[in-house]
């Protein structure tokens, strides 16, 4: 690549969360041929409207972060990383890749991926792993985010698009029901949505700074939402406010969703879930009070062994007062990572193809591998869930080697000692990252690539629009793009270096092929229609394969993108949405004298998921330095710990250290973490791997713990 130059006021997004608020980058050139500095200040895109997060602000920071990797590294025979040149390294990685293929077959060795990648990584990595590996077992990290969601999606609507809507019709809305979401944290510029709302209703054990902004707050125990959301359908439909037209000319299951319900009376909600009755009736007519209305779900409700049964639940209760489909109204899911859309759709995840489709439907296989000039049958089946993918590596039968682009496993795995174990039990463990988190800590070889104001690409947000990342500074010398390294090694591995394309915009114009005809079709979608402004949502059909329009140079044709979904039709054949028939049950854990609370997982305004790219930013580690354990005034006292005290949280899987917080707005039987943090102050020592059934998403939000005082001697916790 070129020197971009110093062009002020580049247009681009944050790197962060799913908003992808819109940034300006300015880059202020470096002085003897140093990158230069990256300002970044907000731009006027609809989704922020010239707002940002502390994280947004100070995004620039983590491309000089002083440890920043700068050169690949790899295990020396004293067991150290030490810097050593590309070749080595590619030569390296794919001598061992060959070497554990030949020995353990090519489902030993692994690929994981991540929600931060963009379309253009996503998709060449989930082709990497199926030709050059010839692998099954490649998963992603947005299995721990939203696949619970997703599944819930796919089920009701025949499609999973986070918002089927734009953000911005989120503050035309009479009321908006945020079921296990903060944003006021996560997503500070959608509360200035939330806010032009009428009101807010929020489900959430804590009062958070969301909670404090509603007009109704339900505090259910943790991990029983489902029950909750079976009562207040309960309650729809009893007193008479379920739009009975829309379910019977739009839908289908009513009456078999509605029999389970039928048993999820008020009181018998309010005994199992502590939310009073009269809360109840509140919120059913505060919704059904409502022209314009909004059911929402974030990781509160979804990161559970039955996350995908609790947003159908949300979804039944949505479809029963006729909101999926309605102008100005509908139900969505606050997707977290920044690809987190795009992520999930260009195969990456174990059982997907490009386009939303499926490894497993012929048809999609074919038109796959013609586009990727290979015979169908070369592409692997469905292979392992993330976390069955991390629980197996370095078993008799899981995989021996482990590629890593795109997440830290050893803050964010649930049972995380558990998973640290595995990671080292691998015969080859390559991490690929700007930074060495705690994952490429523990790899055999670590290799160093550019950032987002150093790459261009595209990102698919919340809602489905898909932006464009752009280059304003390059990299440092030795750094190179995740697609040059996914190219280094596929050509060491034999295969011809064309199929793994290095420039973005050549991958995004194969991937447009890739997904045509499929779900999330972007074919219609091309850099020259991003860069002249055009605000396209997918599904976005382009012109008919072999006429004008789908050249790398062309266009994309004419297609509007879709802002708004199911207006019409919902994606099923028969074009009607699906209530399914759900039930409730209990945690995995249940807290008895042992283990008598409660814990719940999640996120600071101040850190960004693992951390390791937050916790490099001085002042968001001044904002939030150091693990911390929130507890009810009651339940510190009870368990004679006061402010400030050094606490050890235990679960049946480990303990974590972590600071007393003492805040009366807990429950007093439960206490929250986050879990931005390493060492003994991962909150992922006491999560477990109980997964949902279909989704394969881990019970990260529920836990039952003791609390004690640290014992004396306890270790620093920074
Ligand atoms: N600052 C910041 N912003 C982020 C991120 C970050 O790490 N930091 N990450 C991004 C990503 S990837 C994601 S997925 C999103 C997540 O965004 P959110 O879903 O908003 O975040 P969480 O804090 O994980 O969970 C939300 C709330 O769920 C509540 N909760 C816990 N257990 C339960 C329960 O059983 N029921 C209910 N109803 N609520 C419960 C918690 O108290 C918490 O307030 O944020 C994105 N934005
Ligand atoms: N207890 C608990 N655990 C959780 C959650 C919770 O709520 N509670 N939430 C879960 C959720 S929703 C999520 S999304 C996960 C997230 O957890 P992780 O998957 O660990 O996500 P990050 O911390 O964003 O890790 C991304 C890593 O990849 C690097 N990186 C970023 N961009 C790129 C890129 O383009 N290329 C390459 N090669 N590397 C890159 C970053 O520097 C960082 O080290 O955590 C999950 N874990
Ligand atoms: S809300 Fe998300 S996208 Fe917006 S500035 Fe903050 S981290 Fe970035
Ligand atoms: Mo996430």
Redesign the pocket.
């Known amino acids: 690549m070129s020197d971009p130059g110093s062009t002020p006021g580049t247009d681009s997004h944050c790197?962060y969360c799913a908003l992808q608020c819109g940034t300006v980058l300015t880059r202020t050139p470096g002085s003897d041929g140093t990158p230069g500095t990256v300002a970044v200040s907000p731009s006027q895109f609809p989704v922020n409207e010239g707002g940002l997060c502390q994280k947004g602000w100070t995004a620039g920071t983590v491309l000089d972060a002083p440890d920043r990797l700068r050169s690949p590294l790899l295990r020396d025979s004293g067991g150290r990383l030490a810097p050593v040149g590309w070749d080595t390294a590619l030569d390296t990685v794919a001598a061992r890749l060959r070497e554990i293929r030949a020995a353990h077959g090519p489902d030993a060795v692994g690929v994981f991926g991540?929600?931060?990648?963009?379309n253009e990584?996503a998709y060449l990595l989930g082709k990497f792993a199926r030709l050059a590996l010839g692998t099954s077992q490649i998963d992603y990290?947005?299995r721990?985010?939203?696949s619970s969601a997703a599944a819930a999606g796919n089920a009701a609507f025949g499609l999973d698009r986070g918002l089927p809507f734009p953000v911005t019709d989120l503050g035309r809305s009479d009321l908006v029901l945020l079921a296990g979401a903060n944003p006021a944290e996560t997503m500070p510029p959608l509360m200035r949505h939330l806010n032009r709302a009428r009101a807010l209703i929020v489900i959430d054990p804590r009062r958070t700074a969301t909670a404090e902004r509603a007009a109704l707050h339900l505090r259910p125990e943790p991990g029983t939402d489902l029950a909750l959301a079976l009562g207040l359908f309960h309650i729809a439909v009893t007193e008479g406010h379920w739009d009975k037209d829309t379910v019977a000319r739009r839908t289908t299951g009513f009456d078999e969703a509605w029999q389970r319900a039928a048993a999820w009376w008020p009181e018998r909600v309010e005994r199992l879930t502590g939310v009073p009755a009269a809360a109840q009736y509140e919120a059913v007519r505060l919704l059904a009070r409502a022209r314009r209305a909004h059911i929402l779900t974030g990781?509160g409700a979804e990161?559970h062994h039955k996350g995908t049964d609790t947003v159908s639940a949300f979804i039944n209760l949505a479809l029963a007062l006729g909101l999926p489909g309605r102008p100005g109204s509908g139900y969505g899911c606050l997707t977290?990572?920044g690809n987190?859309q795009g992520g999930r759709e260009h195969g990456q995840k174990a059982d997907q193809l490009p386009g939303y489709r499926s490894l497993t439907d012929p048809a999609a296989r074919r038109a796959v591998a013609r586009v990727w000039g290979v015979p169908p049958d070369r592409l692997p089946g469905p292979g392992r869930s993330a976390f069955e993918l991390l629980s197996a590596l370095g078993t008799d039968d899981g995989p021996r080697a482990l590629l890593v682009?795109?997440?830290?496993?050893v803050?964010?795995?649930?049972d995380a000692s558990r998973i640290t174990e595995r990671l080292r039990a691998l015969d080859l463990l390559v991490v690929?990252?700007?930074?060495p988190?705690e994952?490429?800590r523990l790899a055999h070889v670590v290799l160093p690539?550019t950032?987002?104001a150093e790459e261009e690409g595209t990102m698919t947000s919340l809602e489905g629009r898909v932006l464009r990342r752009r280059a304003v500074r390059l990299p440092p010398p030795e750094v190179r793009s995740?697609l040059r390294v996914l190219h280094g090694l596929a050509v060491r591995l034999g295969e011809p270096p064309e199929r793994y394309p290095t420039e973005p915009r050549v991958v995004f114009d194969e991937l447009r092929r890739a997904s045509r005809g499929g779900p999330a079709d972007y074919s219609g979608i091309s850099y020259r229609r991003l860069d002249r402004g055009e605000a396209l949502h997918w599904p976005c059909p382009g012109p008919r394969e072999g006429g004008p329009g789908l050249d790398s140079a062309a266009d994309g044709g004419e297609h509007p993108g879709t802002p708004r979904l199911f207006l019409e039709r919902f994606a099923h054949p028969d074009g009607k949405a699906r209530f399914q028939p759900v039930d409730h049950r209990p945690p995995a854990d249940t807290r008895d004298e042992d283990f008598p609370l409660w814990a719940v997982?999640?996120?600071l305004l101040a850190q960004?998921?693992?951390?390791?790219?937050t916790r490099r930013v001085p002042d968001l580690l001044a904002a939030a330095p150091e693990p911390f354990v929130e507890v009810h005034p009651d339940t510190a006292a009870r368990y004679e710990l006061a402010d400030g005290a050094l606490a050890s949280i235990s679960s049946a899987r480990g303990t974590v250290t972590a600071r007393v917080r003492i805040d009366p707005g807990a429950r007093s039987d439960t206490v929250f973490l986050p879990?931005h943090y390493p060492g003994e102050g991962r909150?992922?020592l006491i999560?477990g791997g109980a997964l949902d059934p279909r989704s394969r998403m881990p019970e990260?939000?529920v836990s039952a713990v003791r609390l004690e005082p640290a014992p004396s001697g306890s270790g620093e916790i920074r």
């Open positions: 790197p991540g929600g931060g990648l963009t990584k990290n947005g721990f985010c939203m990781r990161q977290g990572q987190g682009f795109g997440s830290n496993p803050v964010s795995a649930p690929a990252d700007f930074v988190s994952t490429a690539v950032q987002w995740d997982t999640g996120r960004y998921q693992s951390g390791s790219q879990f909150a992922n999560t990260f939000k």
